[in-house]
């Protein structure tokens, strides 16, 4: 890769989930199938130099990313099939929730190919994604990310509760963890005002003023209790 001419970032991709013991050579001799490469970068760790498992492929011309894009995506190398998206600068939109679905209780069976090819239909995806452990099993959910938050309503609308193979999932839109927490506050505190109200709803309270200073609990007790048990009283003297 001699790079001749200005560096295109429009024509960036981003490789995702890849093999550690992928390097440049290796991306090179895949990307470069579908046009002139730019540059390669595959990231690593700054203190073991071991790799994160993701790179960005540079094209001289867009075109040729997008056909890499449509011709290479989840395919296998060195065993992990190959997640690659267009690279997205503004770290704002990269942790942009717009229009990102989640799917639990997945057949073990669905891979990330899969839900690409089954979601594709209702428009653009920028990422799809099956979460797996360290052997590659699928932990049965996954995350399919498309441009336009319109299209993710209608994909929830049309397939929550579709059978994937055996097994029915269920799609919802995708929440951070912090909006997560705090709707579970949210609940919570919900939940601790209708207990109160509940419990507020057995109990009678009287206030009572207006009466001379020779009251005591004792009078109190002896004035209501002909209308009812007393289950508590007190008399609050004013100190001057």
Same mark, same amino acid.
């Given at each position: 890769?001699?790079?001749?001419?200005?560096?295109?970032?429009?024509?960036?991709?981003?490789?995702?989930?890849? +093999?550690?013991?992928?390097? $440049?050579?290796?991306?090179?001799?895949?990307?470069?199938?579908?046009?002139?490469?730019?540059?390669?970068?595959?990231?690593?760790?700054?203190?073991?130099?071991?790799?994160?498992?993701?790179?960005?492929?540079?094209?001289?011309?867009?075109?040729?990313?997008?056909?890499?894009?449509?011709?290479?995506?989840?395919?296998?190398?060195?065993? @992990?099939?190959?997640?690659?998206?267009?690279?997205?600068?503004?770290?704002?939109?990269?942790?942009?929730? =717009?229009?990102?679905?989640?799917? +639990?209780?997945?057949?073990?069976?669905?891979?990330?190919?899969?839900?690409?090819?089954?979601?594709?239909?209702?428009? +653009?995806?920028?990422?799809? @994604?099956?979460?797996?452990?360290?052997?590659?099993?699928?932990?049965?959910?996954?995350?399919?990310?498309?441009?336009?938050?319109?299209?993710? +309503?209608?994909?929830?609308?049309?397939?929550?509760?579709?059978?994937?193979?055996?097994?029915?999932?269920?799609?919802?839109?995708?929440?951070?963890?912090?909006?997560?927490?705090?709707?579970?506050?949210?609940?919570?505190? @919900?939940?601790?005002? =209708?207990?109160?109200?509940? $419990?507020?709803?057995?109990?009678?309270?009287?206030?009572?003023?207006?009466?001379?200073?020779?009251?005591?609990?004792?009078?109190?007790?002896? =004035?209501?209790?002909?209308?009812?048990?007393?289950?508590?009283?007190?008399?609050? @003297?004013?100190?001057?």
């Amino acid at each position: 890769m001699n790079p001749r001419g200005p560096r295109n970032f429009r024509a960036t991709l981003y490789v995702g989930d890849l +093999h550690q013991d992928i390097n $440049r050579a290796i991306l090179y001799q895949k990307f470069s199938t579908a046009g002139a490469v730019y540059s390669i970068k595959v990231c690593s760790d700054k203190a073991t130099r071991r790799s994160l498992g993701y790179a960005y492929v540079n094209f001289y011309r867009r075109t040729d990313a997008q056909r890499a894009l449509d011709t290479l995506n989840f395919d296998v190398v060195m065993g @992990k099939p190959m997640r690659i998206m267009w690279y997205e600068p503004d770290p704002t939109m990269r942790r942009s929730t =717009v229009g990102n679905v989640y799917l +639990h209780n997945l057949d073990e069976s669905i891979c990330s190919k899969a839900l690409y090819d089954t979601f594709s239909i209702f428009g +653009h995806i920028s990422s799809c @994604k099956v979460v797996c452990d360290e052997k590659g099993k699928s932990k049965g959910y996954g995350f399919v990310h498309f441009t336009s938050q319109e299209v993710a +309503h209608v994909a929830i609308e049309k397939l929550n509760g579709m059978m994937f193979n055996d097994r029915k999932a269920f799609l919802m839109p995708y929440k951070t963890r912090q909006d997560r927490e705090a709707e579970k506050r949210q609940w919570a505190e @919900k939940e601790c005002e =209708v207990e109160l109200r509940a $419990r507020a709803q057995e109990y009678t309270y009287l206030l009572i003023k207006n009466f001379g200073e020779d009251i005591s609990n004792d009078k109190l007790n002896e =004035v209501f209790r002909q209308y009812g048990e007393c289950l508590s009283y007190v008399y609050l @003297k004013m100190i001057t």
